[in-house]
């Protein structure tokens, strides 16, 4: 019996990263990332194909197992027709249709059309309209009309027919039709499982698909995210309404206490919603302390900065807010008193290192930081501490009333950005006090961190850059108060795991929305006055010179809001625990590993941690509240590759000889993962296909982006212990490569294309390691041996170039269209991979990734000096007017066909005489006669550069190749 799965044979990669990037443009609307930060949460869309590819049997018609599979996801044209969510302008259905159309649609009705959609026309004709207009537009013109899959029920009644009548099945939605599918393939619901579960896409949506779903991280704060996915998202209407009460409640109690401290009110009522803080050091050259930042500039668009003024009684500055500030004084503000981590004296103009400033010294040729490190107790720097923290400004909102154009009474709202007043330092003090009188028995109870900060690669910032050492340093007394207080409100009023759980998760994203890493933006456009960077903008724990702290009120916009999901009960376990410990057996195990140095999960986490730790003890007392550093799989080498031997080894033995893996990794070159491949190979597994799919950005839209594929590699167990010699594994790839290409070659739709050219690389990767992995041995050597071999850089194993020998078979079985395969066969590898570049161009791939696999495909080593451009994600070949007379004569490509017509193509243009490149290639080119339908041949595929939007740099040439391809068809031997 054919045992094959959908995903194992073929795979839409490109309408679903066009999903995929459509799910992650949504922000902060996407499903789970209200729920807290994450980095490098994976698409909904694309865990909901790989399931679905990973369940659905194939039949002998691939077409119509496409066809289904698409109904399935609601990506085929009745799908994306259901998933509409805005109407189509009428401006964009007037430029759809034809001259003779729009006549005729709007005969009698067009003054209407044209001033309103809405008027004229009746429900039903506009709906034919409407329905005919969007049928034309392209996927990607589609998805910007639509909601995502995720956002409606699935596939209609009709489609359901069809779907049950291809499969043999009885389903009436998404969830009947896994259960079926899993039934048929294991005899019982798919258990899937992801023992990488980060932010919980994986568990999340194979429980929303009626999956019984698993998902484990060895970090509390991913399974926390997870189980929040699970039991807050999927809780349904009840848990939604109690969360929100909840966050109310503990705003409003919160609210009160604040205004009665009387901490964020000044003496006219008005209430601060934003401070700013600075760091200040002394100044070598004054000896006075002096404000540090990188920039005083507090609103671009309203001309607010603060200037600081000597003030020798001090032995300071004081600081003074200008709103409507003249040119200079702004430019002076932009220059600020820090500049590439070097403090600058607004009076000397001398530049002093930081790291000088902070006293740090090189000891027997090892760095010892400076800063005195903070005790715990401390909640401010120490008087005699190098980094003081001083407040510097305050901005205000005024409420008043004010009689509307109709004579009504309206409240409106002023803001007022002022300098710090002796009454905001009693404020400040005050809030010292308050905190100073609770801070002991709110560590006690969890409600802020007590946890010291671990060294690590980004841990180790803060503790060498302020010497604060444990995570509550990273807050200031305002910033503790304010989090502390709404984290023992949300703790009180919570009455069950829910909002124990949501209250714990909106601290977390209150400490990342209010902390001493909280960038100040002047430019910030929405209202021009200016505002915050939430601290992980990147992921990193950067320390600033200058920071802001926010009011109570304003992150009450960071509650959690819970999009209603009836996840209908459907079982997922949560666990945390270290991937070598796995003990449950899974169908399916759909993982996305750490891979060589990403993120620092492990040290980020801890910022979040900090604040739940205690906490998450109350309600999973079985979980631990550390993030196990220790065993978080890291780097590269030999302990990487160990580390996930054993864990891959492990999920294997936990699923049937029937279960498939599936695993995914974000790659930031494609050599990358053939490593990951011999690990899994090495872990019993062999490979059975493998896609990429482009979750960062636009399928299409490439230029000048940074884009970053995910490679899912489909795996088996591998079952029996054959080994081979490589002189009987040679032809049989060799057929495997050129049988994987055909087949997607036949499957690939002309006008839509599914594949992009890396896409057929990677395929013939994955058809090497298909045939490669069968085999526990080859030329009786095992992998395992094989992959912790110590290697010089350079020194390649048979394994992979065995693969070479794979992309080197695709290379020459993908001739690019428009080119005959028999005078492809005759061009040399140069030539080959320039025709073979020009294609990638027109696909408007520009990586110089994608043209050095290429070239290592062609087995090319000398290139560079085909590149016009070099920039990494802007690269592009020459054209023939921009080799001029470079690299021509000689060996190689300097000698070749194609670069001597590419010569002619430059005199043609230069002359704009065709005659001039003809006369080229009577002169220059051996056998000329014999090569003439050559030489026509790549003319005309060069010629079809023209027009194309994005390559203005071939009109010219295109042109000119043109001309010279007449004249040569011309050319019977005449005088010239
Ligand atoms: C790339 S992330 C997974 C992201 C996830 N797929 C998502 O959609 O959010 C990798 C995860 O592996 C976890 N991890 C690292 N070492 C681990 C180990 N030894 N056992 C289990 N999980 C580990 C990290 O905590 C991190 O959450």
């Given amino acids: 019996m054919n045992d094959k799965v959908f995903i194992e044979e073929q795979f839409p990669v490109s309408k679903i990263s066009k999903e995929s990037y459509k799910e992650r443009k949504a922000g902060a609307s996407q499903t789970l990332t209200g729920l807290g930060k994450w980095w ?29 599979f698409l109904k399935i996801l609601t990506m085929n044209d009745e799908g994306l027709w259901l998933r509409r969510s805005k109407s189509i302008p009428a401006k964009v259905i007037q430029n759809t249709l034809s001259k003779d159309e729009w006549n005729d649609i709007s005969q009698d009705e067009k003054g209407n059309l044209k001033r309103s959609w809405s008027t004229g026309l009746s429900n039903e004709q506009k ?169 005083w500039v507090i609103s671009e668009k309203y001309n607010v900065c603060a200037v600081l003024k000597r003030n020798d009684k001090i032995k300071g500055y004081d600081i003074d807010i200008i709103t409507g500030a003249d040119k200079n004084t702004m430019a002076q503000a932009r220059l600020g008193t820090v500049r590439n981590n070097r403090m600058i004296c607004p009076e000397t103009g001398e530049e ?109 910032q803060p503790i060498r850059e302020r010497g604060w050492t444990h995570w509550h340093h990273l807050f200031n007394p305002r910033q503790l108060l304010i989090n502390g207080l709404l984290s023992f409100l949300l703790s009180d009023i919570s009455k069950n795991s829910e909002t124990l759980i949501s209250g714990l998760l909106h601290i977390g994203l209150c400490s990342d929305w209010n902390s001493k890493l909280l960038r100040w933006v002047s430019h910030i456009r929405k209202t021009g006055m200016g505002g915050v960077n939430q601290s992980f903008y990147n992921q990193a724990l950067n320390t600033l010179y200058n920071y802001s702290a926010r009011n109570l009120m304003s992150l009450y916009s960071y509650r959690i809001k819970l999009p209603i999901l009836d996840l209908k009960n459907y079982g997922c376990i949560v666990d945390v625990r270290d991937a070598r410990t796995i003990n449950v057996i899974m169908d399916l195990w759909i993982t996305d590993p750490p891979y060589a140095d990403a993120i620092n999960y492990h040290e980020l986490t801890d910022f979040f941690l900090s604040w739940y730790e205690k906490q998450i003890r109350f309600i999973f007392p079985e979980w631990y509240t550390d993030s196990k550093k ?160 110590e290697r010089d850089p350079g020194d390649k194993s048979a394994f992979e170039k065995v693969i070479d020998r794979a992309v080197e078979i695709a290379s020459d079985h993908l001739v690019p269209a428009g080119l005959n395969k028999h005078y492809w066969k005759s061009l040399a590898a140069s030539e080959r991979l320039y025709l073979k570049g020009i294609e990638l161009e027109k696909h408007m791939e520009a990586r110089s990734g994608a043209y050095q696999e290429l070239a290592k495909g062609f087995g090319v080593r000398d290139y560079n000096f085909l590149f016009a451009k070099t920039k990494a994600n802007a690269v592009r070949f020459k054209t023939g007017s921009e080799f001029k007379r470079s690299h021509l004569g000689g060996n190689d490509f300097s000698g070749s066909l194609i670069r001597n017509i590419l010569f002619a193509i430059h005199e043609t243009v230069k002359s704009e005489d065709a005659r001039e490149g003809l006369k080229w290639f009577h002169a220059e080119i051996d056998n000329y006669w014999h090569h003439r339908k050559l030489i026509i041949e790549i003319l005309n595929y060069l010629s079809n550069s023209i027009h194309i939007p994005h390559m203005p740099h071939w009109e010219k040439d295109a042109d000119a190749a043109l001309r010279l391809a007449g004249a040569v068809e011309n050319d019977h031997g005449g005088r010239m």
């Fill in 40 to 68: 490098g949460r994976k698409p909904l869309i694309l865990i909901r194909a790989s399931i679905i590819g990973m369940l659905m049997p194939v039949s002998d018609n691939p077409k119509k197992d496409r066809d289904i």
């Fill in 127 to 295: 709906e034919k309209i409407i329905y005919n207009v969007f049928n034309t537009l392209s996927y990607d013109d589609k998805l910007t009309y639509c909601n995502r899959p995720e956002q409606i029920e699935g596939p209609d009644q009709s489609t359901w027919n069809d779907i049950n009548a291809h499969l043999g099945t009885h389903a009436n939605n998404l969830q009947e039709l896994v259960v079926e599918l899993g039934k048929k393939r294991f005899g019982h619901t798919p258990k899937v499982g992801d023992c990488f579960c980060g932010g919980g896409s994986i568990p999340f949506e194979a429980a929303r698909l009626g999956c019984e779903a698993f998902g484990s991280d060895l970090n509390p704060v991913a399974a926390m995210l997870t189980w929040a996915s699970i039991h807050l998202i999927g809780g349904g209407k009840k848990v939604q309404q109690e969360v929100m009460d909840a966050q109310k409640k503990a705003y409003e109690a919160a609210d009160k206490q604040i205004t009665e401290w009387g901490i964020e009110h000044n003496d006219k009522g008005w209430r601060a919603d934003a401070y700013l803080y600075c760091v200040e050091a002394r100044c070598p050259a004054t000896g006075l302390m002096l404000p540090l930042a990188p920039s």
């Fill in 352 to 460: 002093f290192s930081i790291s000088g400033i902070r006293g740090d010294k090189v000891v027997n040729g090892k760095t010892v930081y400076g800063l005195r490190l903070w005790e715990k107790d401390d909640l401010v720097p120490m008087p005699d501490d190098v980094f003081q923290e001083r407040l510097y400004c305050v901005r205000w909102v005024e409420t008043y009333v004010e009689k509307n154009s109709q004579g009504e009474l309206v409240e409106k709202k002023r803001h007022h950005v002022l300098s710090v007043t002796k009454n905001d330092r009693k404020r400040e003090k005050q809030v010292l006090k308050i905190l100073t009188e609770r801070y002991k028995e709110w560590q006690k109870n969890g409600f802020i961190p007590d946890r010291k900060i671990e060294p690590g690669y980004n841990t180790d």
């Fill in 630 to 789: 220790a065993l978080a799989i890291k780097g590269s080498g030999n302990d990487f590759k160990e580390s996930m031997v054993d864990i891959y080894s492990r999920l294997t033995k936990k699923m049937p000889d029937t279960g498939i893996q599936m695993v995914q990794f974000t790659h930031q070159s494609s050599s990358v993962w053939a490593d990951l491949a011999m690990i899994l190979w090495a872990a019993g597994l062999k490979v059975t296909a493998a896609w990429t799919i482009s979750t960062e950005t636009a399928v299409g839209i490439k230029k000048g982006n940074y884009v970053q594929g995910t490679v899912l590699l489909i795996l088996r167990k591998r079952l029996s212990n054959e080994t081979a010699f490589l002189d009987e594994v040679y032809p049989e790839i060799e057929d495997e490569v050129r049988n994987q290409l055909d087949h997607m070659m036949e499957l690939d739709d002309k006008d839509d294309p599914n594949f992009g050219d890396t896409d057929y690389q990677l395929a013939a990767y994955a058809a090497a390691l298909r045939v490669l992995t069968q085999y526990s041995e080859i030329e009786g050597q095992d992998i395992q041996h094989e992959l912790f071999r």
